[in-house]
Each structure stands twice: as C-alpha cells, then as structure tokens.
C-alpha cells in the first residue's frame, strides 16, 4: 500500500516537515485496527460420511481417518440459497456483533471462489442485500487463502487512512462442483458450504492489527486444483473430457505435499519476521482442508492442541469460509479477546498461500 493511495495522508499537517523518511513515518497515522465483530452462516443443508457412501464408493472410516471430516452443510440452490445469501446472512451477523449498520461500512470485500455470477461481482450483490448504499465493494479471488488474503488488504486500507470500517466476507458453495460420483470420490469428499465474516475497524490504539504478515502464490501449481468449463482449460497432457466441466479437479497428492511444506514454513516465516517463537501465539486459526495437515503443524511446532482449533469435522472444507467460521467460533466461545496474539493461515487453489499476525 503505498501513501500515493492515501489521501488523508497526502494533507497531513505532518508532512512537510522533514527528511523525505521522517515525513513518511510522521504522516503515517497513530492508529491501529481491530476486529470488532463476528458471524458466521452454515446453510441448514448437511452432506454426511454416510450420504456420500450412497453416492459412491467410500465409506465413513476412510473418510475420517485421510481428512478427519464426518460431516459438510450444503447449500439448497434450488430454493435460491446461493453464495450471495450465505455471505449477506453471515455479513449481518457480523455487523449485530459489532454493534453497526451496513451504513457504517465504507469498504466490504468478498473473498470467494464461487461468485453469484461474472458481473456484477458478489459483493456488489451482498452490499445491495444488507443496504449499504455507499462505499466500494469487490470480490476478491484467492480460493482458499481468500479471507486471509482479505484480513491483510482490508487492514492495510484502514492503517493507512483512507477507511475506517470494513466488512469482509468469507463465502463459498463448493457443493456445487463437486462431481458426486466415483470419479470424483478423492474430491467431493472433503467440500462443504458456509460463510463466516468480520468487522475490521480503526481505533486510536496503535498496538492493535498486524504484526507481520505474508502473501504468496505460485502460477506454476494451478493445474493441482482448477475447474474446467471449456477445452482450452485442460493442462497441456491431460484430454479434455466434458464430463468434467464445472467440477473441481484436484491432485490431492500433489495438493497435500505443497500443504503440509507450506503450511511450516509460513508459520516460521511470519514469526520470525515478528521476532516472535510459536509459543507467543495464542490461537492458531488455520484453513481447514485436512486434519492430518494440520496435525502435522501442531507437531512440526510442538503446539497445545487448544492452541490450534478444528472444526473441520463438522463442516468439511469450505474454502474462503473456512477461517472465518473457525475465527467466529472461537471468538464466540471466548477463547480469541482482546489482548492475546492471533496467527491466520491458509493456502489453496492457484496456488496460493497467506498469514496475517494479529495483536487483538
Ligand atoms: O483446500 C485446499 C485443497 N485441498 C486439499 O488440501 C487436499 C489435500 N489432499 C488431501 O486431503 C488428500 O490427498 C485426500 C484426502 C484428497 C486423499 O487422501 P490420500 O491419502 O492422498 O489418498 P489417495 O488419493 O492417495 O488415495 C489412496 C487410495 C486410492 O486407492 P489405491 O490406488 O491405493 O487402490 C484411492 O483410489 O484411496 C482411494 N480413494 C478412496 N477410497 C475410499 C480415493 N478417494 C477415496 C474415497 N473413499 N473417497
């Protein structure tokens, strides 16, 4: 974010006293950011083990011992229950934790995958749905890194000035592509629908927001997980086949070495930036994809299993909702406040990956 983009900045009263240096760190304003509210919508919908051992071949205990998922939400599209409805609902939640109105909110970002439609985007369509009548809205596309990705973009536009309150949604219905037959047994397995969202908002204490964060992404894996819709999506090698067209197709192998490297070497990353060990950290809010992933995390770390939270059994892997539901629960349940070190992880389709350290 550079202070080009910051108008407030640009008529500092600050600014022309100074080195070129000193005026940037004198203009910077002394404000920090906080998360002020939470909420979180799981359509009423489920999808068990069970379930799917009727539509294909599998069965409850392969699926819980690879993944440690036993059950998913999924959305009823033919009742009109589409993205945009899981991300508004969760979006008001969010905003009556908070205490505000859509009125109050100059900024609200939607990161998923699984868009109402081409154009508008989403979150045009959500901000239409909960009344908020001015300020910018845009999706923001980063599969299952999106809410993080999010977390760090929405920060920095409040840290540097230009916005004060900003609603992110985290929203997807996966259930939709997945092919529930044998063919897609190694995928359909793991997805599920939801949306969780948060209130980001300015507040005089400097201490608070991002201590360190990362975002990365590398072109060169996104064969490992794509949707194809036309011939020209297939990766060189691989026949296209019709059948797979608006199914996601992933190399879980592939996908599950990239995760469990990754997943390590982020957490380091973003610690040592912050000059912080892993015991410094009061929760761990991780993108939910597989329980052996993030098992291999805690142990790689030598974490509490309070420390690092699991809610992947009850709704599978939902993408760009994953750790905002995981962020919503734990603030519900009290264990996020006010005060302790909060470390956010994901990765996913891209591929993509991306941290966010917050002080609470
Ligand atoms: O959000 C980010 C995106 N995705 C991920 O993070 C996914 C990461 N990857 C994974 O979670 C795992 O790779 C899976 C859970 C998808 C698969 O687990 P795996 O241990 O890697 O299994 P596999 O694909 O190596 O398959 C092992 C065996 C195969 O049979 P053979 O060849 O050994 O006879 C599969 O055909 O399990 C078979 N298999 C199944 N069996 C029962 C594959 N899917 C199923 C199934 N039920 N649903």
């Known amino acids: 974010m550079t202070h080009a983009l910051c108008p407030r900045l640009l008529l500092s009263p600050t600014a022309s006293a100074g080195t070129p240096a000193q005026q940037g760190r004198q203009s910077r304003p002394q404000q920090g950011v906080e998360i002020i509210g939470t909420g979180q919508f799981l359509p009423s919908g489920t999808i068990s083990n069970h379930d799917l051992s009727k539509l294909m071949d599998t069965n409850h205990d ?44 100059d900024v609200l970002i939607c990161a998923t995958m699984t868009p109402e439609m081409t154009c508008p985007a989403t979150a045009n369509l959500v901000a239409n749905d909960v009344g908020m009548a001015h300020g910018a809205s845009f999706d923001l596309v980063a599969a299952c890194s999106g809410f993080v990705y999010g977390l760090n973009v929405a920060h920095d536009l409040i840290k540097c000035g230009t916005y004060r309150t900003i609603g992110l949604v985290g929203a997807d219905t996966l259930t939709r592509l997945m092919d529930y037959t044998n ?36 072109g060169t894996g996104w064969k490992d997980i794509y949707v194809p819709n036309t011939p020209h999506d297939f990766p060189s090698g691989i026949a296209c086949d019709a059948t797979k067209f608006g199914h996601v197709q992933m190399n879980g192998a592939s996908v599950f070495k990239f995760a469990v490297g990754t997943f390590s070497e982020l957490i380091q990353q973003t610690l040592d930036k912050a000059g912080l060990q892993a015991s410094d950290i009061d ?10 992933i993030l098992q291999a995390a805690r142990e790689r770390f030598g974490l509490p299993e309070e420390k690092l939270y699991v809610n992947i059994h009850r709704v599978g892997n939902t993408v760009g909702a994953s750790v905002p539901l995981c962020l919503d629960d734990l603030r519900q349940a009290g264990r996020i406040k006010p005060g302790m070190k909060v470390l956010f992880l994901a990765f996913g389709g891209g591929l993509t990956w991306a941290s966010s350290l917050w002080q609470m």
């Open 183 to 218: 063919a897609g047994r190694g995928t359909a397995i793991l997805f599920g629908d939801g949306a969780g969202a948060a209130i980001l908002r300015a507040t005089p204490d400097a201490t608070k927001g991002i201590i360190s964060q990362a975002m990365h992404s590398d």
């Open 283 to 292: 929760m761990f809010v991780c993108h939910q994809s597989n329980s052996r």
């Open 62 to 105: 392969w699926i819980v011992q690879r993944t440690g998922i036993a059950n998913r939400h999924r959305a009823d599209l033919a009742s009109g229950e589409t993205t945009k409805v899981l991300a508004a609902n969760a979006l008001r939640a969010a905003m009556q934790n908070a205490g505000i109105t859509a009125k109050d909110l």
